[in-house]
C-alpha cells in the first residue's frame, strides 16, 4: 500500500470516529446525561479553540511539527479514552463524561491538525483525490459501524477507528531534522495570523455562515431522531464528495475554491425559504443541503489553505486551524440561536429558523461589498497572484510538474536551496534534482536566466 493510499484510509478512520464525537456524542454517551441540546453541542467550542490554539503551536515548532502531533495526538487520546472508560465504570457521572467529552474534542483537534499537516503537503491533484476519496470513504465506514453496534455504545467503535487512525498516521508521518523556518517572536506570529485573517477573513464568515444554518437547521430537526440526523450527515459527507469529483473528474471544470464557497450560500438560502411551506422528508433535505455545503466549503478551505502556503506546510496548516476554528465557533452559535429567538418573539421554530439564516446568510453577502472590508493587503494579494499566473503559465508552456512549480515559485521569491529543502521539507538533494529538471525543461543553464525568464513572462516581453 503506497503512502497516498494510506493517508486516505487513515484520514477515512479519523473522519468516521469524529461523527461520533462532535457530530453526535450521544451514541457514545448516555441519551439521559445529554438531554439538553445544549449539552450535545458542547463539543464543537472546545474543539475549536483547540484548532486555533494548534496554529499557534504550529507556528512555533521549531522542527517539522508531524512528530509533535503525533505524540500529543496520542496523550490526548489516551487521557480521553482513560475518562471515557471511567465515565462508564461511574454509570454516566456527570463531571467525568463532560471532561471526557471535553479532552477528546481536544484530541481530535490535535489529530485533525496532524492529518491536514499531511495533507497540504500533497500536489494538488493528489489533494483532490485524498479529499473526494476519504470523505466518501469516512461514510462508508460510519454507517457500517452504526449497523453492526445497533442500539449499543458507540464508544467502542469510535476507539478502535481513533487506535486504526493513529496506526496508519504512525505510518506515513515523516520525521524531519531540519529546522521550519519560524518567525522571531510571539509579536511576529500575531502579525501573521492578523494577515491571515485580514485575507482570508471573509471565508470565516461565509463559512460559518453555511455551518451555522447547518446548525439551525440540525436544531428544527432534534425530534427526528439521533440516528436520522446523524444519517443524513454523512450521506451530506458522501454528496460532497460526489460533488467535487463530478466537477473535477466529469466536467473537468476549474474550481476556484474561494468563489465556490460564495455560490453556496445564496443555494442554501434558496433551500431556506422553502422550510416553513415544506413536509418533513423536505426539511430533511433541506438539512442535508446546508450540510452538504458546509462540508464541501471545509474540503474546499483545505486546498485554500495549501494555495496561500505556497509551498510551505507550516504556513498553510496554521492558515487551516486559524480558519476552520473561528468557522467552527460560528458554526456553535447556531445550536443556541434558535432556542433564544424562540424565547424573545415567540416564533413557531421553523419561521424562526428561516429568519436566521436568511439574516446570517445575507450578512455574508453584504460584508464583501462594504468598504472596511477591503484590507491593506489587497495590493499585496494581487500582485502575488500576478506572479503566480505567470509562474503557472510557464510551468504550462514547458511542462512542468507540480512540485517543479512550486520550487520555480519559491526560488522567484528570493529563497535559496537549503530554503526551500525546508519548507517542502525534503533534502537539498531533491531539491537539485529538481532545479535541473526546471533548467532542462526551460532550457536555461543558471538559477538567473531561469529567473530572468519568470521576471520576462510577468511583464510580458516576448522570449
Known sequence: MNRNA??????????????????????????????????????????????????????????????????????????????????????????????????????????????????????????????????ILAALIHFLCVAFIGDASAAPAFLVLSVLSLSLLLGVS?????????????????????????????LI???????????VSRMVLWEEGIVLLSSVEMVSVVLAGVVLFFALFVIRARVNAEETILCLIP?????????????????????????????????????????????????????????????????????????????????SEYMASVFICLFVLLLALLVDRLPFSKTRFEEAEAETASENAAIANLA?????????????????????IPAIAKILYVSESTVRTHNKHIFKKMNVHTRQECLDLVAASGTGVKR
Not at 511539527?65 to 490526548?76: F, H, K, P, Y
Not at 524531519?176 to 518567525?183: D, G, L, Q, R, V
Request: charged share 15%; proline share 2%; hydrophobic share 50%.
Open 396 to 416: 504550462q508552456e514547458y511542462g512542468l510538474t507540480e512540485r517543479e512549480r512550486e520550487v520555480l515559485e519559491l526560488m522567484a521569491n528570493g529563497r535559496n
Open 205 to 215: 464568515l461565509y463559512l460559518g455562515a453555511l455551518g451555522f444554518v447547518s446548525s
Open 6 to 135: 494510506r493517508l486516505i484510509i487513515g484520514y477515512s478512520f479519523f473522519v468516521a470516529a469524529n461523527s461520533f464525537t462532535l457530530r453526535e456524542p450521544t451514541l457514545m454517551f448516555s441519551a439521559d446525561l445529554l438531554s439538553h441540546e445544549w449539552l450535545r453541542a458542547a463539543t464543537y467550542l472546545p474543539f475549536a479553540l483547540a484548532t486555533i490554539a494548534m496554529c499557534f503551536f504550529v507556528l512555533r515548532s521549531k522542527k517539522d511539527a508531524s512528530r509533535s502531533l503525533l505524540v500529543a495526538s496520542v496523550a490526548s487520546f489516551l487521557v480521553g479514552a482513560a475518562l471515557l472508560v471511567a465515565s462508564w465504570a461511574l454509570s454516566g457521572e456527570l463531571f467525568v463524561s463532560v471532561l471526557s467529552m471535553i479532552v477528546l474534542a481536544c484530541y481530535c483537534a490535535i489529530l485533525f491538525t496532524a492529518w491536514v499537516n499531511e495533507a497540504v503537503r500533497l500536489e494538488k491533484n493528489d489533494l483532490w483525490i485524498y479529499l473526494i476519496s476519504s470523505s
Open 267 to 347: 443555494i442554501v438560502g434558496l433551500f431556506c425559504l422553502g422550510i416553513p411551506l415544506a413536509s418533513d422528508p423536505l426539511h430533511l433535505a433541506a438539512f442535508g443541503a446546508s450540510t452538504t455545503a458546509f462540508t464541501t466549503g471545509l474540503l474546499l478551505l483545505q486546498v485554500v489553505c495549501r494555495d496561500y502556503g505556497r509551498g510551505d506546510a507550516r504556513k498553510a496548516v496554521a492558515a487551516y486551524c486559524l480558519l476552520a476554528g473561528f468557522v467552527c465557533v460560528l458554526n456553535v452559535l447556531g445550536f443556541y440561536a434558535l432556542d433564544a429567538l424562540n424565547s424573545e418573539s415567540g416564533l
Open 174 to 202: 515523516k520525521s524531519e531534522n531540519a529546522i521550519a523556518p519560524t518567525h522571531p517572536s510571539w509579536g511576529a506570529d500575531l502579525r501573521f495570523v492578523w494577515q491571515i485573517i485580514s485575507e482570508k477573513g471573509l
